[in-house]
């Protein structure tokens, strides 16, 4: 009787080994799962990314070079009266947040702009609708920009899904979008008001359609190709299998041995 109990309970306790056989299968399964999302290494999605990632810091820069009053350069006695209170200057060097007056140069018979001056501010009320359309829209390009590019760089050294990276096409071209509509101050009021006013672009809107530019050929790399993640290749050789091994191996051997595998992959 005692023999026939054991004969019962063995395959009892196999039934139990296979189960956390299996429980262990599925907890090697769950952590490749984590790390195929958060696998961080070099280039795992070849040199494609470091393309628009370059291109997206030059679209950036064209951003940060600017010193807000060098946006236009204005023309027109009445528009210049209206910012500074005087008609002695021949023309301003306009930004969206400041102005920047020319100084003479009795030497040399001529206004010059002295870069290193300071910017001055500009009267509450001289800006309208247009005016403050452009500068939200400025700032919003801004922060779309900032946050693009350094999510970019983050593809140098992780795996991004198929999806987030589509995002990242949309957001660039929507910062491509905002970064335009910064054109909307040369229908302000000091550009097209008063006699002979004109706004002429100058050094910050010419950086500015550069950047737009570049941003919009940043959308089109993204859109354009998904670069899949390379698979992480084993460290030895040895513990690489092929197909029909693995298929020959019992529930328990093909357990450990991704086990052993996982474990050396670190």
């Given at each position: 009787?005692?023999?026939?109990?054991?004969?019962?309970?063995?395959?009892?306790?196999?039934?139990?080994?296979?189960?956390?056989?299996?429980?262990?299968?599925?907890?090697?399964?769950?952590?490749?799962?984590?790390?195929?999302?958060?696998?961080?290494?070099?280039?795992?999605?070849?040199?494609?990314?470091?393309?628009?990632?370059?291109?997206?810091?030059?679209?950036?820069?064209?951003?940060?070079?600017?010193?807000?009053?060098?946006?236009?350069?204005?023309?027109?006695?009445?528009?210049?009266?209206?910012?500074?209170?005087?008609?002695?200057?021949?023309?301003?060097?306009?930004?969206?947040?400041?102005?920047?007056?020319?100084?003479?140069?009795?030497?040399?018979?001529?206004?010059?702009?002295?870069?290193?001056?300071?910017?001055?501010?500009?009267?509450?009320?001289?800006?309208?609708?247009?005016?403050?359309?452009?500068?939200?829209?400025?700032?919003?390009?801004?922060?779309?920009?900032?946050?693009?590019?350094?999510?970019?760089?983050?593809?140098?050294?992780?795996?991004?899904?198929?999806?987030?990276?589509?995002?990242?096409?949309?957001?660039?071209?929507?910062?491509?979008?905002?970064?335009?509509?910064?054109?909307?101050?040369?229908?302000?009021?000091?550009?097209?008001?008063?006699?002979?006013?004109?706004?002429?672009?100058?050094?910050?809107?010419?950086v500015d359609i550069l950047g737009i530019f570049l941003w919009l050929?940043?959308?089109?790399?993204?859109?354009?190709?998904?670069?899949?993640?390379?698979?992480?290749?084993?460290?030895?050789?040895?513990?690489?299998?092929?197909?029909?091994?693995?298929?020959?191996?019992?529930?328990?051997?093909?357990?450990?041995?991704?086990?052993?595998?996982?474990?050396?992959?670190?």
């Amino acid at each position: 009787v005692a023999q026939v109990t054991m004969y019962y309970e063995r395959p009892r306790r196999g039934r139990d080994e296979d189960e956390v056989s299996i429980d262990d299968d599925s907890q090697v399964e769950s952590s490749s799962s984590l790390k195929t999302h958060f696998d961080c290494r070099c280039l795992p999605h070849g040199f494609y990314p470091i393309i628009p990632t370059i291109l997206s810091s030059m679209a950036l820069w064209t951003s940060t070079v600017q010193d807000g009053c060098d946006y236009g350069k204005l023309k027109g006695e009445d528009s210049i009266e209206k910012i500074t209170g005087s008609d002695v200057f021949p023309y301003l060097e306009v930004g969206i947040y400041n102005y920047r007056a020319p100084i003479f140069y009795a030497s040399e018979n001529d206004w010059v702009l002295a870069f290193t001056y300071d910017c001055q501010d500009y009267p509450k009320e001289i800006v309208d609708t247009w005016w403050k359309i452009g500068k939200y829209m400025t700032i919003i390009s801004s922060v779309l920009a900032g946050s693009l590019c350094l999510f970019l760089w983050f593809t140098t050294c992780m795996t991004f899904s198929k999806r987030t990276w589509r995002f990242c096409a949309v957001e660039s071209l929507f910062a491509a979008l905002c970064r335009a509509g910064s054109f909307f101050f040369f229908l302000t009021s000091i550009c097209n008001d008063g006699i002979g006013s004109e706004c002429l672009f100058a050094f910050g809107s010419k950086v500015d359609i550069l950047g737009i530019f570049l941003w919009l050929v940043v959308g089109c790399l993204l859109l354009g190709h998904y670069p899949n993640p390379k698979l992480r290749k084993a460290l030895e050789d040895d513990t690489v299998q092929s197909e029909e091994e693995m298929a020959n191996l019992q529930p328990r051997q093909l357990s450990t041995q991704r086990r052993n595998i996982q474990a050396q992959r670190g």
